[in-house]
């Protein structure tokens, strides 16, 4: 099966296409988010959507070429047997991830009592998504706060995804939250989030 990822790569054009509809709701992964979120409707299975589309519906609009949702380790299992070989399928043996077939999206699962960022013991895991979700355009979705926090947490810890605390420093920028939403985070990031929050308004944008 050729993957989303390997389509934009191929086609300049097409990924252009498929950039620009992102922001209309109307391209690929925004189509596999709303298929996957039906079923698991369907399934009775409750999640929060995570990562980049959740600040997406927050506000804070960029591509993304995946969909990250949030689910309990029961749920995971259920997705699994319900779901794979029906319009799904894992990248490999044992995966908690799968691929939409129709096109070619990655779904990223997120499971209940897990670490970000380097995965080690840190004060911060990823919450149950029934007690840390609001609802946005229909769709439940990790509280702000919640999202801001496993982002901080993960940057702070694997630098391979410094890119999140980008995605921080930009959403401080775009929503122009306040310093003192510092107060509503884990003690654990609270001084990463006033060090970027200080960056974004110390520096402002050139233009």
């Known amino acids: ?62 591509f993304t070429d995946d969909v990250d949702l949030l689910v309990t380790r029961e749920s995971l299992r259920t997705i699994h047997e319900r779901l794979e070989g029906l319009g799904y399928v894992a990248p490999f043996e044992g995966s908690k991830q799968l691929r939409d077939t129709e096109y070619g999206v990655r779904v990223e699962f997120l499971t209940t009592g897990d670490y970000p960022g380097d995965g080690k013991p840190k004060p911060i895991s990823f919450p149950d998504p029934r007690a840390a979700s609001i609802e946005l355009d229909g769709k439940r979705c990790l509280e702000l706060p919640r999202l801001i926090e496993l982002k901080l947490a993960s940057g702070m810890t694997n630098p391979g995804r410094l890119k999140d605390l980008g995605d921080v420093q930009e959403t401080i920028r775009v929503l122009g939250l306040a310093r003192e939403f510092a107060d509503q985070l884990h003690p654990f990031v609270r001084e990463k989030y006033r060090e970027l929050w200080d960056a974004v308004h110390n520096n402002p944008s050139e233009v």
């Open 1 to 62: 099966m050729v993957t989303y990822e390997q389509l934009l790569g191929r086609d300049l054009r097409w990924a252009l296409q498929e950039g620009s509809m992102h922001f209309d709701k109307a391209n690929a992964v925004h189509k596999t988010l709303e298929k996957i979120t039906k079923r698991l409707d369907e399934l009775g299975v409750p999640y929060a959507v995570a990562g980049a589309m959740a600040l997406f519906f927050h506000g804070y609009r960029r």
